[in-house]
């Protein structure tokens, strides 16, 4: 009896498991999603990417009648929450903000990581990008790039400059800059945000290079003084601030950029979804407003447009730290 019993429940199961497997991928768009989304982001509330995963999940929850949860999992920044995707289930219903630091310099830069970007992530979306803004204190007295050049060729001592921690975009990025300018960086890493700004402020560090979207009220507010963008045109929400290539430094053009990622496995028409769903939730006028008033340039790129950029972005990072010889463990 027991063993017929076992038998037959065996039976059942290699039914189940064939049924899920025959079942075609088109058949899980026909009903995605019936729950709730998380979007994970690796940074603390009040940050950029925070703020650009709220809008978006706002309305993307509108857009799919289902609640869009943000999930910040603050730490190492972003592996953790690289991480914590990285290993969830493949179902399209956890979502990573992926970002330039954690997914193409990361890699990099550090010998073990947690994670593998090209092998266990698949994008879905660019969904923006943000230029970075060299800024100095306040009571600084260079004025301009040309001075702040100047300056620190004068010096013998190497330029200390404020980072978000390293590995970050901001860290290398003063590192590309002082490569093209021709001069020494010592690179001073803070472990948050709150910490590298207000040592900005006080004048702890020469300078700094931070996303468009932090550097705006710090610069608005008189806390900061910006002397150039990496953008390829002066930006809207602060005008009077030159470009690099006006500056001079036409190469230094780095950004940082956000994409939605999912785990490799998600079936192919979930992630077809997803980007329809969040392109249309980008290019919405109050989100792009939105967006866009806080210092983003909006993306919604298509699935293959954003494999590009990924593969593209990888390598270029990969040789500029290389290049720096920097290595986080």
Do not use: C
């Not at 060299?134 to 404020?162: H, M, R, W, Y």
């Not at 989100?287 to 270029?316: C, H, P, W, Y």
């Not at 500029?320 to 463990?329: E, H, L, R």
Request: no cysteine; proline share 6%.
């Amino acid at each position: 009896m027991i063993t017929r019993r076992l038998a037959a429940t065996a039976l059942a199961q290699a039914i189940l498991a064939l049924g899920a497997v025959t079942v075609p991928a088109s058949a899980w768009a026909d009903t995605f999603p019936d729950r709730a989304l998380k979007l994970v982001v690796g940074f603390p509330p009040g940050t950029g990417p925070d703020v650009v995963a709220r809008h978006l999940g706002q309305k993307l929850a509108e857009q799919i009648k289902q609640q869009v949860v943000v999930d910040n999992r603050a730490g190492a920044g972003g592996q953790i929450a690289a991480q914590a995707v990285a290993r969830s289930p493949a179902d399209g219903y956890t979502l990573l903000l992926g970002e330039l630091g954690s997914i193409s310099i990361s890699p990099a830069a550090y010998s073990k990581l947690p994670y593998d970007p090209p092998k266990d992530f698949v994008g879905v979306t660019e969904v923006v990008r943000s230029d970075f803004v060299l800024v100095v204190p306040a009571n600084s007295p260079t004025k301009s790039v040309a001075e702040f050049v100047a300056a620190a060729k004068a010096q013998k001592d190497k330029v200390n400059f404020g980072t978000f921690g390293a590995g970050t975009p901001g860290h290398f990025g003063a590192e590309v800059f002082g490569d093209l300018a021709g001069f020494k960086v010592e690179s001073v890493h803070y472990r948050s945000t709150g910490d590298a700004v207000t040592a900005i402020i006080a004048g702890d560090v020469k300078g700094a290079f931070v996303s468009t979207a932090l550097a705006t009220a710090q610069v608005k507010g008189g806390k900061m003084r910006a002397l150039a963008t990496t953008a390829a045109q002066r930006l809207a929400v602060l005008p009077e601030v030159p470009t690099f290539t006006e500056a001079g430094y036409p190469k230094a053009d780095f950004a940082s950029w956000f994409a939605v990622l999912v785990p490799t496995g998600t079936p192919g028409a979930v992630v077809d979804v997803l980007n329809r769903q969040i392109v249309a939730a980008l290019q919405s006028p109050e989100v792009r407003q939105k967006l866009q008033e806080g210092g983003f340039n909006v993306i919604a790129s298509s699935r293959a447009d954003t494999e590009r950029m990924l593969k593209a972005e990888a390598a270029r990072w990969a040789g500029i730290v290389k290049a720096s010889g920097f290595k986080a463990d």
